[in-house]
């Protein structure tokens, strides 16, 4: 989880607003391919937090 977290929370920002200083939107900065990979990772650290909230008893 940590190196999705690492991978994923720096681009936040830009993903969601773009880089207005140079004009960017976050459609001219990411690749389709670019959504699909974080979309895979997002899927994976879901995976893995369900299967912790379970561990601990936690009904999901």
Do not use: F
């Amino acid at each position: 989880m940590v190196s999705i977290v690492r991978a994923l929370a720096p681009e936040h920002g830009r993903s969601t607003y773009g880089e207005p200083t140079r004009g960017l939107t976050p459609w001219d900065i990411y690749s389709a391919a670019d959504a699909e990979r974080a979309l895979g990772m997002a899927r994976e650290a879901l995976e893995n937090a369900v299967m912790i909230l379970k561990g601990l008893g936690v009904e999901v």
